[in-house]
């Protein structure tokens, strides 16, 4: 089956400009889920959907950040106005649930931004 | 609150020794528990979860509640064991990782 998928891999801004990243999951997976990764750190969960409904978005910098998942499927992540702090891994996974085995998290290969 | 810890950031060990990669977690309840690997230029995966109670590459992992650890051990670690480590503790809706431990087994 092929994996998440994401784009672009890389991307360069300078600080106050905006930024969108794409996702499209494992087909059938209901969760989604997007992290960012700052340099020397662990994966920080910023949203999570189920389906098309968002699950958890406690640690989402609602003041810049903002994610979609219209159809249940794909979806996108932005960020508008960046910030240089902003700088990290965007990566985004998928399982087939939320609980027990079904919350096996499968990643895409990440999206590297760099804020100037 | 931090959830997850993995306190050694660098852990380097010879071929063939033993290896226990550390974590803790903060959670009173039945946690969910996972640890991840990244290999080099590859994508982070899955290898493997408490519920499982299964040994993954030699690997295995034993949640300890008392001591609320869910340290990760090889008896005999290969080359091809060197990556990012990440251990990872799931609750309802949240997720967390640790900050990660890169093992480095040397020939």
């Known amino acids: 089956e092929a994996g998440v998928a994401q784009s672009p891999r890389y991307k360069i801004i300078e600080k106050r400009q905006s930024v969108a990243f794409w996702c499209n999951p494992i087909s059938g997976h209901a969760t989604l889920y997007w992290y960012q990764q700052i340099l020397g750190q662990g994966p920080k969960l910023l949203i999570q959907?189920?389906?098309?409904?968002?699950?958890?978005d406690s640690q989402l910098p609602k003041d810049r950040f903002s994610a979609e998942r219209l159809k249940g499927v794909d979806s996108t992540l932005k960020i508008q106005p960046a910030k240089l702090e902003d700088s990290a891994v965007y990566l985004c996974a998928s399982s087939s649930g939320t609980s027990g085995g079904a919350r096996e998290q499968f990643f895409g290969p990440g999206t590297r931004l760099t804020v100037l | 609150a931090q959830r997850v810890t993995q306190p050694e950031k660098l852990l380097s060990v010879f071929k063939g020794a033993p290896v226990e990669l550390k974590c803790n977690y903060s959670?009173?309840?039945?946690?969910?528990l996972f640890w991840y690997v990244q290999y080099s230029r590859q994508r982070l995966q899955l290898l493997l979860r408490h519920i499982s109670r299964e040994s993954i590459k030699g690997f295995t992992a034993d949640l300890n509640k008392g001591e609320t650890s869910f340290h990760l051990k090889k008896p005999f670690a290969q080359e091809e064991d060197s990556a990012m480590y990440y251990c990872a503790f799931g609750n309802f809706n949240k997720f967390y990782f640790g900050s990660g431990t890169k093992l480095n087994v040397k020939p």
């Open positions: 959670y009173s309840g039945s946690p969910e």
């Open positions: 959907f189920q389906n098309n409904g968002v699950v958890d």
